[in-house]
């Protein structure tokens, strides 16, 4: 039905802008949409003559604009990569309007956007900046509230085709109003990865049948991935004569750490509150709000839980593992050098793993494909720790969004508007999928397209064609500040990596340190809306009595292992996720 009514709606749009004879400005524009169609744009959901139209909307909404030069910016992955050498050049050949689309580091854009939220200068016209960032945008009253802008200044320059309802991520830059800040331009999500071919072979099977008295499978627990961890690095040791490892990670301290960190591992331990997208009143990164939607504390003596058992519980594991079952140079790894490893073909599993990697494990020449390009690894749903509840969110996903801000004049956002727009508009959102496999769009991933290209991708297309997907999601609208928190997990947390102290210590300074910012910007008054008001510290033992997050230390942190066989659990996602 919606794409019988989208078409419609596409048809109708091309009948205003073909009526009456098309100047010449308009037959140059339909030849040079015509020839991006053909040229750069040939897979979409949508037939090229309604390809053809929307194409001649952006046109058309440019005229204003035309000869001006704007100036955006993302950081550096492959699909926005893509947007700057293939989308900006299209788009500033078919509306006028000259965009630079520049990339540069994640932190960067992170410190950029910051200054200009803060200094009032404009730096860039339009940031394809993470919503994990929704809680500070929803705070200052710097950033552009979308839904307002589509309304009011932008009501003649927002696509009619736009089709919100079709954004697989839009509630992540969604604020408590309902409005939204943000709009998803990539998504990629943080998921176990195996090597399926191992996990197949009877042999391994049945050694591991006797030695931990159940089947080699997909972990569905922390227990069960810590027995596969141990069994492929001590007991395994070598496949086809060369040393193999049973876990991946990272832990150099680096600012990459922090994500490892606040990217919902403690989360994915359990530590938080049942609820979906962010887990309510305590998120994924321990921080309680009130029902005002105002942090009132993540120290669990104010109601908070950053340094409760299930986090503690949570480090531990990650920095044990790393240094019992991954490769010894992972230590010293950041995030970007530690990505290529499992490609590498000695690594049996990782149990946090970003999808963003996966277009670079399907080159035919690696060892973890076969001789036709075929995946020998798979992905999956991580395994969830003993606090984890049903209800929670089960991982992390990465959510970059476009976000202006009202330092930027107008006429320059309206035009980096219109760029927004183009990036993610059915007519290029499936050749951009096929090209980065970050997907933003639910038609896209059921195109037949993703259908065909789903066995090259080692799950990654049931992943997202289940609505399971929905219950992995990006830092919350509980964290108010988060370019001045984020670096606080890593700077905290890099100690216990390297050993120097304990978990528990870390996290009490974590957890201590994310309490004071907050109390500080609450006293700074910098906030419109949503600013902290932290509980008053009391023994928290009365925290931990209380029902909910944060949760008291359980008697049993590792239960029996259990797993599920792969091909199982597919069928099972595939059947919830059909359309009829």
Known sequence: MKARTMRLSLLAAGVMLASGALHADDQDARAIAERLVDEHFQ??????????????????????????????????????????????????????????????????????????MQSGRNIYDGYVNDTDSI?????????????????????????????????????????????????????????????????????????????????????TNWTAYEDIAEFFTEHVGEIDGEKVYGHMDYGRRDPSLGWRFHDSWLSMAGMGSPGVPFGNPVDDWGIRVNEQSQPVGASVSRGGATNSPASVFAVTKMVDWLDKYAPPEASGMTFGEAGPVPAQGNVAQQIFWYTAFTADMTDPELP???????????????????????????????????????????????????????????????????????????????????????????????????????????????????????????????????????????????????????????????????????NDERDPQYWLDQPGSPKPQLDDEMPQGTTVPYDEMMEAWMAAGSRE
């Open 368 to 534: 973890v494909t076969d001789e036709e390009g075929n995946p020998k690894w798979r992905m999956a749903p991580s395994p969830t720790g003993p606090y984890w509840e049903e209800g929670m969110k089960v991982g992390y996903q990465d959510v970059g969004a476009w976000t202006f801000f009202d330092s930027t004049p107008e006429d320059r956002r309206t035009a980096a508007w219109l760029f927004a727009q183009f990036t993610v508009s059915k007519t290029v959102s499936l050749e951009k999928l096929m090209a980065g496999l970050t997907p933003i769009r639910e038609s896209d991933i059921f195109s037949e397209q993703m259908t065909e290209m789903a066995p090259k991708l080692g799950g990654l297309v049931e992943f997202y064609r289940s609505p399971n997907e929905s219950n992995w999601t990006p830092s919350s609208t509980n964290v108010p500040d988060y370019p001045r928190m984020a670096p606080l997990w890593w700077q905290n947390l890099s100690p216990a990596v390297s050993g120097d102290i304990s978990p528990k210590e870390a996290l009490d300074n974590l957890a201590g340190d994310l309490d004071s910012i907050m109390a500080r910007l609450a006293r700074a008054k910098v906030f419109d809306t949503y600013a902290p008001s932290l």
């Open 135 to 219: 809680g500070t945008h929803i705070r200052y009253g710097t950033t552009i509230n979308l839904s307002k802008a589509m309304e009011n200044e932008w009501a003649d320059y927002t696509l009619p085709t736009l089709d919100l309802d079709d954004f697989i991520g839009l509630q992540y830059g969604t604020g408590p109003d309902g409005s939204v800040y943000q709009l998803p331009t990539q998504q990629f999500a943080n998921l176990y990865w195996f090597r399926y071919d191992w996990f197949q072979r009877e042999d391994l099977q049945k050694q591991f049948r006797e030695r931990y008295g159940y089947d080699l499978g997909v972990p």
């Open 43 to 116: 897979e979409s959901t949508l037939s090229r003559e309604e390809q053809i139209e929307e194409l001649m909307w952006f046109a058309k909404a440019a005229e204003p604009f035309q000869g001006m030069e704007i100036n955006t910016v993302a950081e550096g992955l492959t699909t926005h990569i893509y947007e700057r050498d293939v989308l900006a050049e299209a788009f500033s050949e078919l509306t006028g309007i000259e965009v630079t689309h520049n990339i540069i580091g994640e932190g960067d854009v992170v410190n950029n956007m910051q200054t200009q």
